[in-house]
């Protein structure tokens, strides 16, 4: 290869690491790193061909890949999983909806709450139009009192 060639490996480099502020997940700054440090070794070593320098390319932006996913898995597991079953931290228990699908016992209705359409359901019938004191929610279904 010739003496400026590393310098295509530092552009790939940068442009493979300014890429990942475009493209969802994390992964193609790993390919960036990898051209990086494939620029340093042609630029340290200029006998390197392009087939070599090729293969370690390959064989940095996999081993950087892998080893970031496995020890850093948090960082690229996106969004944080959140248990949002339980009511003590929700402010909504007491909170008054307003049916606008009637609630019978064993059939759910629907209900307005803060804007939002709910899915509710009731130990008794609830007309609609009537309001009604929220007693707790598991995950997207209101139940009322």
Known sequence: MS?????????AGVILILAEF???????CFFGV????????VWLLPDVTLTMALLLFSFLSVVFLVFCRR?????????VKVDHSDIENDDIAGAE????EAIAPDAPG??????????ARADRAIA??????IRSRKNLTLYLE
Do not use: C, D, H, N
């Open 128 to 133: 609609v139009g009537e309001r009604a004191k």
């Open 3 to 11: 003496m400026a060639s590393y310098w295509w490996w530092f552009i």
């Open 110 to 119: 629907k209900v307005e709450f803060r804007g939002s359409q709910w899915t």
């Open 71 to 79: 020890f850093m898995p948090r960082s690229f597991r996106g969004v």
């Open 97 to 100: 909806a307003v049916v606008t």
């Open 34 to 41: 990898g051209a990086l440090l494939t620029g340093v070794v």
């Open 22 to 28: 475009m493209v969802p997940g994390v992964f193609i």
